[in-house]
């Protein structure tokens, strides 16, 4: 009887036959995909494209509080406006 137990001990194996190395290697791999799926979101959102559309107003105050003198008429000529095919066409 001790003897069954001692090779019951060394097999490593559980009553449904799996081995505890083959439990260890899939809770490996496992967490291997949770890890992957968490940084997927993670690059994900710093991939995300920022607007940089401003306002006039915003830009002229933020240029100031930087401490560059700027002239808002001057500036607002700088500004590009989208053309559209049939503004061109009717200039």
Known sequence: MEADNEA????SSDEDGIATD????SLKNVRGKISIIKHRRVMKS?????S???????LTEDMR???????KDQLA???KNSRTI???EEA
């Open 86 to 88: 049939g503004s061109l």
């Open 65 to 71: 509080a930087k401490g560059l003198a700027v002239d």
């Open 8 to 11: 019951m001990h060394e097999s």
């Open 46 to 50: 710093k991939t995300r494209a920022k």
């Open 22 to 25: 083959d439990l260890k290697k």
């Open 77 to 79: 000529k700088r500004v």
């Open 52 to 58: 940089k559309i401003r306002d006039l107003d915003e």
